[in-house]
């Protein structure tokens, strides 16, 4: 197998939206203008030999920007004893950090039409239901807060689900384009009907630096910026927010500082706003030590990180599994890529939903941290707040 690359413009001097060459039925992973799309599969494979097979696939040229070049695109799921899901895109169009355009062809393969599919749009019927039913979900939030005030835990994430069904298929291109105008910061992913907006960086490996920027801590945001500000100092002030925060922070530091020459991380979590929540977020960046660990290892280690399981790891995961009610599947896990240098960026797979086949019907999925202090309707309001963005982008005409 092979793998040749080139500029953009030695086929065309039009720029070409990622957004648009994805479509309804590609691959996407971007933010701020930075990632890729693709279309076609050139091989699927489960993680350990999705990297062998990048690792022989001869390429041409070799001196290239990082992203570009044959890259494995997939999800690490949930459960972690699960195999992870990685395909060879067939041709890939990669936008770098130096604003660079370049395409990368598997075999020879042709190259699609690049015109510009005009996104659909409708008069859907949509109705709502819950997945999970609150009174388990709120059962299991109750439960996790005694495992940690019994000191059992230190934290564990209780999530539940929502199905949104409708009458006509959802155009995946156009859910892309509106979560573009709401999630402009975001990773923003499209990977076999698992389509997601997320804020948070699980881990991104650039050369020899590394970075994380987990997000543990929510409040809602109003549309108020007086409002709005009020509620990010009493986020900041919160002993139970900063404590869940500090869980997530430790546990990142402590993995990757074995595999740095140093890391460094702010020293107090800074407020980050999406389209209807805000975060605390600590952003951690280090240079990597040698041997340097591959962007994949990196992200098995830290996945599911406590923003999203808890804390010790494993009692979380069992009390989750006992407790929650549903399969988490690849929400909660990690999305993203990789190539054959190690080089790579996961997000968390979180503020998505997966379809069915027909895009017919999704599968939302919200969460939060639950420590001595949590109350359980709050927290099924702060899953509400969460699930609001993704519901507005699928049933928004």
Known sequence: MKATSFPLSDITDREIDLNDFAGANGFLFVREGVGFAAVGISARLSAPKARELVNAIEHSPTDLPIGVGPIMFG??????????????PTVT???????????????????PPLVEPAPTSGNAQFTVRDGVAVPIYLKAVETARDAVRNGKLTKAVIARDVFVDTDTPVDIHSLLLRLRSSFGTSYRYSFD??????????????DDEIRSHPLAGTTPRTGDPVRDEALAKQLLASTKNQIEHRVVIDMVHDTLLPHCSYLDWEEEPSVIQVANVQHLGTLLIGKLSEPRIH????????????????????????????????????????????????NGVFAVAIRCAQFNEARTQARLFAGGGIVADSDPAEELAETQAKLQAMLAAIMRP
């Open 75 to 88: 999800s690490i799921p949930f459960d972690t004893t699960r195999d992870a899901d990685f395909i060879l």
């Open 93 to 111: 169009l990669c936008k770098t950090r130096e604003g660079e355009t370049w395409v990368t062809v598997i075999d020879d393969a042709p190259l």
């Open 193 to 206: 009907g698992f389509v997601g907006a997320s804020p948070e960086l699980l881990v991104a490996i650039h």
């Open 295 to 342: 962007v994949l290892d990196a992200a098995l280690a830290l996945s599911p990180t406590p923003a999203l399981g808890g804390f010790p790891r494993e009692q979380a995961l069992q009390l989750i599994s006992q407790h929650e009610g549903m399969d988490r599947d690849k929400y909660g896990g990690a999305i993203g890529w990789f190539d054959s240098r190690g």
